[in-house]
């Protein structure tokens, strides 16, 4: 069965430092990977997704991740935090032959920016 | 383009009970998902629903229970309610064809059972 690892539920960084939030995925066979963001009391909202196709993908609001299949790791970086970065952030992968409607969640990761 | 809108955004129930919550999915979307997010298990796939059949379920009792209508709209029932119960329920809706087309995540229902 596929499944994602977030490492660290909690990330606080500095106002204008490098944002890295890790995933990594278990896989027989390259998945569908995407990155989510969620604001308080707000529903999901999609940052980037990596479909087979660039292994570096960007995204929304500066954020970018790298496909590493030989570390099966999809991290999500941005260089430079904004205080309106702070929200929890999650990794999800869709099974082989599935869809966008049957994702599979990591636990999350809350990112704090501090002034 | 009117996002996906949930109803109502916020229900109190009592254990025993049973509840309906509602999804309206984004305008010739076809596909609609249900999620449980809790602070301990995280957010966990219930179903999912493509032109008024289930595509897909989760590893959820039989008292979570959905159904689609031929407009796409969508609504989950649980029955028999449990504190274990609440949660926020998150719905999501897409084309539902391919696995690359975007899923939009409604702002979700916030159930407490007491």
């Known amino acids: 069965a596929q499944s994602v690892t977030q490492l660290g539920s909690h990330v606080s960084v500095s106002e204008g430092a490098l944002v890295l939030l890790r995933c990594n995925y278990s896989s027989s066979v390259p998945p569908y990977l995407f990155w989510y963001v969620q604001y308080p009391n707000q529903g999901l909202q999609l940052l980037l997704k990596y479909t087979s196709a660039a292994t570096l993908v960007k995204g929304i609001n500066g954020f970018e991740a790298e496909f590493k299949k030989s570390e099966t790791s999809f991290h999500l970086t941005k260089p430079s935090a904004h205080m309106s970065d702070a929200a929890e952030y999650f990794c999800a992968v869709t099974p082989y032959g599935g869809s966008q409607g049957n994702l599979i969640f990591g636990k999350g990761t809350k990112l704090s920016v501090k002034p | 383009k009117a996002g996906v809108t949930q109803t109502p955004r916020y229900l109190i129930k009592t254990r025993g009970q049973q509840v309906t919550l509602s999804c309206s999915p984004i305008s010739g979307h076809r596909s609609v998902s249900w999620y449980q997010q809790t602070p301990g298990q995280g957010l966990q796939f219930l179903f999912e629903?493509?032109?008024?059949?289930?595509?897909n379920k989760g590893n959820f009792p039989g008292r979570f229970s959905g159904r689609q209508f031929s407009n796409s709209r969508s609504e989950m029932n649980v029955s028999t309610l449990e504190l274990g119960d609440s949660a926020l329920y998150l719905c999501?809706?897409?084309?539902?064809?391919?696995?690359?087309?975007?899923?939009?995540f409604g702002q979700g229902t916030r159930l407490t059972v007491v």
């Open positions: 999501a809706s897409s084309s539902g064809q391919g696995a690359v087309t975007e899923a939009f």
């Open positions: 629903y493509f032109s008024e059949t289930q595509r």
